[in-house]
């Protein structure tokens, strides 16, 4: 049983709450696939860590000219609070740098005239176990990142329209955080992908959300051997510290306590050299 306050509530009274204050308008098997999403990982949909993004999804038909037939879907996404959430978790959050602009550009899109930073960099810090505190820049541009307001048109939505900075200022420090704590989040946010489409195809089939932990896999010794040469060497030529190394390595593999003896090791090596 969860101890999150809200997720004890009754489950009727809870829905009633999130449709009628945090997801107005929303559907309801959307609002139950947050319920969902937020009790298979531990977090409080009273917070909104998460949000329905309505996005244009193929349909798996075309159209008489051969053309994809689009529909649109509510899909749940992370919003950029939940990157925070779990940054903070980690006990090695060590915050970000205020977001800093480039140069403004002033445009017209498609009848739309806007003024907007060219780009937008924040730097993420993450305190590593050697008590040393990695930055991790990300640096994202306007034009790569703004939402349309449909499919069909080149104009930013309303709300890149009214806050041309911020909404570019949330996408940086979104990547900010992945690259830092690539284990906790890889999934673009609500703020990325609003506006924009997605590559799955719908069905009739209900969409559910279930509650299924990512498996890394774990190298035996030969596979570990053959990498541990090219890691080491890495290592040692960028002057790396091992536990920024294994944060890397562990988004992506399992290790066994002596594997990771192993690659602390190579740090004293480097010392040595």
């Not at 997801?23 to 917070?47: F, H, K, N, W």
């Not at 193929?58 to 159209?63: A, I, N, P, R, V």
């Not at 284990?183 to 609003?194: H, I, K, L, R």
Request: hydrophobic share 40%; charged share 25%; glycine share 6%.
């Amino acid at each position: 049983m969860s101890t999150l306050p809200a997720l004890q509530m009754n489950k009727e009274e809870l829905f009633m709450v999130l449709s009628n204050s945090l997801y107005v308008g929303a559907q309801p098997e959307s609002i139950q696939m947050v319920l969902g999403y937020c009790e298979a990982a531990g977090l409080d949909p009273m917070q909104k860590p998460v949000h329905i993004v309505p996005m244009f999804c193929s349909t798996g038909q075309k159209d008489s000219k051969g053309f994809d037939i689009k529909a649109m879907r509510d899909v749940v996404m992370p919003g950029i609070g939940l990157y925070r959430i779990q940054a903070a978790r980690s006990g090695e959050f060590a915050g970000t740098t205020e977001p800093e602009f480039g140069f403004d550009v002033t445009e017209t899109l498609d009848g739309v005239s806007i003024t907007y930073p060219a780009w937008c960099k924040i730097t993420a810090k993450r305190l590593l176990g050697n008590g040393i505190i990695a930055e991790f820049t990300a640096k994202e541009f306007w034009k790569e990142n703004y939402a349309t307001k449909s499919k069909d048109s080149k104009a930013p939505n309303a709300m890149w329209t009214k806050r041309p900075y911020g909404q570019l200022a949330k996408c940086a420090e979104a990547q900010a955080l992945r690259k830092a704590f690539p284990e906790v989040g890889s999934q673009p946010t609500a703020d990325e992908m609003e506006g924009k489409e997605i590559d799955i195809t719908l069905d009739s089939t209900p969409q559910r959300i279930e509650n299924k932990q990512k498996t890394l896999p774990l190298l035996d010794d030969s596979a570990f051997e053959k990498k541990s040469a090219v890691w080491k060497k890495s290592m040692m030529d960028k002057g790396e510290t091992a536990e920024n190394l294994l944060a890397f390595l562990q988004a992506k593999y399992s290790f066994t306590e002596d594997q990771i003896v192993t690659i602390k090791s190579w740090e004293k090596t480097n010392a040595n050299a």
